[in-house]
């Protein structure tokens, strides 16, 4: 089944524990990205690469930071995670060409104490 | 002032109805629009591309109007399972995709 799949899908942490939340999509997508989604703001875009090796600032890119050394995995890393990144975290996928529809993943919601 | 606005809602319909949500947005460079439905707690999935003629999918109508900016989407006969959150979404070049806040809908009985 074509799938992006994230992990952990419910985490509660405390400020400044280093965590990784892990996105891997089946469908050999060039694009990948990460959103997160807060109450009456929608979804903003934190990072995204556009292929391997290839990443680039979303809206919200400040505490994050991501990485792209295959092509089927897109991890987002919180170094130092703090009370204002509670929310709920979205990686989606597309190909670069086409018709831009973008298959997201069930989504992972951080709690920081 | 944001560059995608959806009317928050929530719109409380009974089944049967036809409702109507509007979306406007302010980059005239906007090239691809789409509306994407989110069930509560889930991940937006897509509903419709909107293209410029106007499209329909069986209940569900998507208008686009360029030169007021401004794209609609229409459900008629509305059914319990419409309930959701839909998403209007605009793409500017490659990459810039916005997303609408969304517009909550709940059909009751």
């Known amino acids: 089944e074509a799938q992006v799949t994230q992990n952990p899908r419910y985490l509660i942490t405390v400020t400044g524990k280093k965590l990784t939340v892990t996105c891997s999509q089946n469908?050999?997508?060039?694009?990948m990205s990460w959103y997160r989604q807060d109450p009456g703001l929608g979804l903003r875009q934190i990072y995204y690469?556009?292929?391997?090796?290839?990443?680039d600032k979303g809206d919200v890119p400040e505490g994050y930071k991501v990485s792209r050394k295959e092509k089927r995995n897109f991890p987002l890393i919180l170094e130092s995670p703090s009370p204002n990144q509670t929310s709920l975290y979205f990686c989606?996928?597309?190909?670069?060409?086409?018709?831009?529809?973008?298959?997201f993943g069930a989504g992972s919601r951080l709690t920081v104490l | 002032r944001k560059e995608v606005e959806q009317d928050p809602g929530p719109f409380n319909v009974p089944e049967g109805a036809t409702v109507a949500f509007n979306c406007t947005y302010s980059?005239?460079?906007?090239?691809?629009f789409f509306w994407y439905r989110q069930d509560c707690r889930k991940e937006p999935k897509l509903l419709m591309s909107?293209?410029?003629s106007g499209n329909e999918d069986g209940r569900f109508t998507a208008q686009l109007n360029r030169a007021s900016q401004y794209i609609s989407l229409l459900i008629r006969d509305s059914k319990l399972s419409d309930s959701a959150t839909y998403l209007c979404?605009?793409?500017?070049?490659?990459?810039?995709?916005?997303f609408g806040a969304g517009t909550r809908l709940t059909v009751k009985p």
């Open positions: 690469s556009m292929n391997v090796e290839v990443t």
């Open positions: 980059n005239s460079a906007s090239q691809s």
């Open positions: 469908m050999n997508h060039e694009y």
């Open positions: 979404v605009v793409l500017r070049g490659n990459n810039d995709m916005r």
């Open positions: 989606a996928s597309r190909r670069n060409s086409g018709a831009n529809v973008l298959t």
């Open positions: 909107v293209y410029s």
